[in-house]
């Protein structure tokens, strides 16, 4: 048995909560070892946000193609599409980010090892690597384990049951597509594959589309479905399957209780992800539970001394960028600075035809949190840059919340083209402590998206300009 190895951190898990934790500890000088199962990148840039991102990409390029003649854009014959150069194309991008963080880490000057670490105590874990078992004891550990796809008993997922990451790696185009859950994961892939050409019909138990964000957001996307041919069933809740092949039925029984069977060929399970807590000796560790999550406090920390916890394994919301800057925090404590996961908001997008970003309260949990409010709302329908982008007849709008007495901005939320990249303004905003006059303040370039923030907070001040 070789030498135990003793870093001062030892973090677990690849992901972009822990390779960003292995980063900034390696920045800050501290002796770092991360311990990945798989190839690093972990859920976000191996099968979840960046592969998700290019094949939304690819279809919609292929849509606006097939239905560009209302711009002057005719093509020859219609456009074809090739899903395996499209999915090689997204695997090239993967691998790129997948050696960009190989590189930086070693830039950090963080060690790394290949293999699953299990915990025999808190500060104790066995890698079995290629080469054979290795040893470390740790004065630190952050654990980063991310989470998993959740599975369905009535559907385990293997054959034509697909998770996410089967969906982002298929060979073939399903020709008829059923999506099981209606959260932003199956609504962005089940548009994809609907952009793609293939019919598609999601299965939703609850009675509304993206259940976290409110109907005046969702309701843009409910009508792209609709004219795009999605047929969605709500309150709807599968039993099972039948057949297999060309004669595969998904069943379920629908709102007014009968049961159904819906033809298909492949079936998308996107009903939520759980925590990776089984299987490597969490067990073990002493730690405290929250639900199925980790419990951690405002600084990460686990109940057991110098064990941290990051990232979709502590809770909501499952997002990369939560996971980075919690590991980033964890690494700088540490190291000895005095930090705490304090935001004042973590924006969450949903890349859906159109996308939706939803950036502190809404107005009705501002409400709820007992605030009387302003709300202000600019229409895509009215902005000069939405038009010049086929983008003002999807429904978009942008939305400011604010407080009554002082104009403090405590949420801001947008539904339409882009709106993904309005998301950092929002963030920016809500953190700097913005009231609506500063916003209302700030010139902001013309023509962009981004001009129907400053109006819509002009609409909350009750003095809009272009509407
Ligand atoms: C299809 C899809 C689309 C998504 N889109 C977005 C998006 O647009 N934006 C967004 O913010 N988020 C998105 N997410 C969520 C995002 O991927 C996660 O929130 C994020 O990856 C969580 O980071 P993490 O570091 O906590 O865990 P993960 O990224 O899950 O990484 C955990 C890593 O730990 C490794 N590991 C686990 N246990 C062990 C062990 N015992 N030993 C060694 N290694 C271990 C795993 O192999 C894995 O690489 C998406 C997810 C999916 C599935």
Known sequence: MTKPLTPKVLIVGGGPGGYVAAIRAGQLGLDTLLVEEDRLGGTCLLRGCIPSKAIIHAAGKFHELAHAAGIGITLPQAPTFDLSKAISWKDGITARLNSGVTGLLAKAKVRTLTGRAVFSDAKTCTVATKEGPVTIQAEHVILANGSIPAELKSLPFGGDVLSSTQALSLSELPKRLA?????????????????????????????????????????????????????????????????????????YKS??????????????????????????????????????????????????????????????????????????MVAEIIAGHKRSFDPVCIPAVCFTEPEIVSAGLSPEQAKAAGYEVKVGQFPYAASGRAMSMEAAGDGGFVRVVAR????????????????????????????????????????????????????????????????
């Open 179 to 251: 999506v099981v859950g209606a959260g932003y994961i199956g609504l962005e892939l089940g548009i994809a594959f609907a952009k793609l050409g293939s019919q598609v019909t999601v299965i939703e138990a609850q009675d509304r589309i993206l259940p976290l964000y409110d109907a005046e957001l969702t309701r843009p996307v409910e009508r792209w479905l609709k004219k795009n041919g999605v047929a969605v069933h709500l309150k709807s809740l599968t039993t099972g399957l039948e057949g297999q092949g060309p004669s595969l039925k998904l069943l």
């Open 404 to 467: 009554a007495d002082n104009h403090l901005v405590l949420g801001i939320q947008a539904v339409g083209a882009n709106v993904s990249e309005l998301s950092g303004e929002f963030a920016h905003a809500l953190e700097m402590g913005a009231r609506l006059e500063d916003i209302a303040g700030t010139i902001h370039a013309h023509p962009t998206l981004s001009e129907a923030l400053p109006e819509a907070t002009l609409a909350a001040l009750g003095h809009a300009l272009h509407i």
């Open 255 to 328: 709102a007014d209780g009968t049961d159904q069977q819906l033809p298909c060929d492949k079936i998308l399970v996107t009903v939520g992800r759980r925590p990776n807590t089984q299987g490597w000796g969490l067990e073990n560790m002493a730690v405290d539970m929250a639900g199925p999550f980790v419990k951690v406090d405002d600084q990460c920390r686990t109940a057991m001394r110098n064990v941290w916890a990051i990232g979709d394994l502590v809770g909501e919301p499952m997002l990369a960028h939560k996971a980075s800057k919690q590991g980033e």
